[in-house]
């Protein structure tokens, strides 16, 4: 072959090279809309730290049973310790099983059982639990400075009723049989008036929670009611939907708060744990912003004879009831 058609031809088969690689370029470009906007630019910022989310338990991990009793209704009680029970199982590497029951007498019967390793009771619950199977006290909330709490009487705001001696032949809403504040301390009152729910109130029912007492009450279903002061403090704060449409009309006097109980059958070396665990968690900050929360300031070691008060209460009640 000639020079030149050597040249010719190294010139014609990079030609079609040139070609084909276009072709190629174009074929694989998606093809953007006409009216397309530009695209943003993409500006390189520098890494932020990411606190990591906090890690499951290890496959196999012990389980930690925690029951709440239902002083407010399931689906608030559960909003309200998610936080703190993930907390607890971070802390602990455990396996936090959260266990729900309607009536108190059902969280009490689980702990006799020893199929919960830990509670949080109302008082009424923790008096029965204690003199009946020695149900035990690990630590108590502290709010506002002090480890006592109230029940409140709560009338509709517009009701014409000021005092609880008004209440006589309306209609009355207890919290559980067990309730210290839903239950115990009205019966009380009306026992040294001696008079009982029966003698003195056209009729009573049982809600079963506190702010299903507080709803009742702030939608006329019922004329009054007794509720816990912790719990309608909480939700005059977080949402006053329904305390707002309710008013205060008698305060008790302070009685032991609620604990936090552990069963028979739980090891030293957990309760111990458990124990430590809750009385620095308001010096962790994690801990301290899911305390407050729920309006917790921090945890304190309490004895039993706090609970005198309401136990002297139930023996009057049971001897006036005959029991």
């Not at 998606?30 to 520098?46: F, H, I, L, Q, T």
């Amino acid at each position: 072959m000639s020079p030149v058609k050597k040249t010719i031809r190294s010139l014609f088969l990079l030609l079609l090279l040139a070609i084909l690689v276009l072709v190629s370029g174009n074929c694989s470009r998606k093809e953007e809309p006409r009216n397309a906007a530009p695209k943003p630019v993409v500006v390189p910022v520098s890494p932020v730290s990411v606190p990591p989310a906090p890690a499951a338990p290890a496959a196999g991990a012990k389980k930690l049973r925690v029951a709440i009793a239902a002083m407010i209704s399931p689906k608030e009680t559960f909003a309200s310790y998610q936080d703190l029970m993930n907390w607890i199982s971070k802390k602990t590497g455990m396996e936090v099983v959260f266990v729900q029951r309607k009536k108190y007498e059902e969280v009490n019967a689980l702990l006799k059982d020893d199929q919960l390793e830990l509670a949080f009771v109302c008082t009424g619950a923790y008096i029965e639990g204690h003199d009946d199977f020695g149900m035990e006290i690990l630590v108590a909330p502290v709010t506002q400075g002090r480890t006592v709490y109230y029940s409140y009487t709560i009338v509709p705001a517009d009701s014409p009723v000021k005092s609880f001696d008004e209440l006589k032949g309306k209609t009355f809403a207890f919290t559980d049989p067990m309730s210290n504040t839903g239950k115990l301390a009205p019966t009380y009152r009306l026992a040294q008036m001696k008079q009982t729910p029966e003698s003195f109130f056209k009729s009573t029912s049982y809600t079963y929670s506190h702010d299903k007492s507080i709803e009742s009450v702030a939608r006329n279903l019922v004329d009054g009611a007794a509720v816990d002061s912790l719990v309608w403090d909480y939700l005059d704060r977080k949402n006053p939907e329904f305390t707002s449409r309710t008013r205060i009309i008698s305060k008790s006097d302070p009685y032991g708060i609620p604990p936090v109980v552990v069963a028979r059958a739980t090891s030293p070396e957990l309760k111990k744990t458990l124990r430590d665990l809750f009385l620095h968690a308001h010096e962790d900050p994690e801990g301290k912003t899911i305390l407050s929360r729920i309006m917790i300031e921090k945890f304190a070691l309490v004895d039993d004879r706090s609970y005198d008060s309401v136990r002297s209460m139930k023996k009057w009640v049971d001897r006036n009831a005959g029991k």
